[in-house]
């Protein structure tokens, strides 16, 4: 579990086609709650926003975005522009394929939640991408164990165990401290799975695509996070 930042409110930006879904979010993040959840705005494309706030911008915390929108397949483009500007995105969606929510992740988004998610889970991946770290959430975990049929890597156990940690915290400091390794060996290690997943055709381009991929091949469980 993430713990919420001391900051008296996170500004939330909602990117999503459907009317009822802005109605339904309102609902559930600005019913109370310590710290609150503003929505800042209401956008029904991410080229309405885009055009608005090219650049990332102080009063938004997280941008908070569906993947598709009517006539047209998964925008993975509009997650990966977002997040090249600086902004802080999640991706909330009702597909919940392995390639769709692995693509999502390697372009740039902290986390990926099902439009079916608890309000609970999807305040968590709020706090967590406000501290700007990964989180995977119940449904997005199980969804990705149900596909153990691709290649996976072979990895130590204490690679495994800088992995685990890894995901916990973005420093490799503390990491470090944990597992009473120096920070550098922490980072082999990191560099050693990060290359071990690419030698299979597999790579990685984000922190939050290699934990996915990790709990696809099984290396880390729902327990682990």
Known sequence: MHTPPRQASISVVVIDGQDVVH???????????????????????????????????????????????????????????????????????????????????????LTYVAKFESGKHLREAIYAAHAGVPYIPPRTARALQNDRTVGRPRLTERERQVLVAWFRTENKDVVARKLNIEATTVRTHLQRVRAKYAAIGRPASTKAALIARAIQDGILSVDDL
């Open 23 to 109: 109605a339904a979010l309102e609902a559930w993040l600005t019913s109370g709650g310590t710290p609150l959840i503003k929505i800042v705005g209401n956008y029904s494309h991410p080229t309405d926003f885009i055009a608005e706030h090219p650049l990332a911008e102080e009063g938004v915390d997280v941008v908070l975005m569906a993947l598709q929108y009517e006539g047209h397949g998964p925008n993975f483009g509009a997650v990966r522009h977002l997040t090249e500007v600086g902004y802080r995105v999640i991706v909330y969606s009702y597909l919940t394929s392995n390639e769709i929510i692995l693509t999502s992740l390697d372009a740039g988004a």
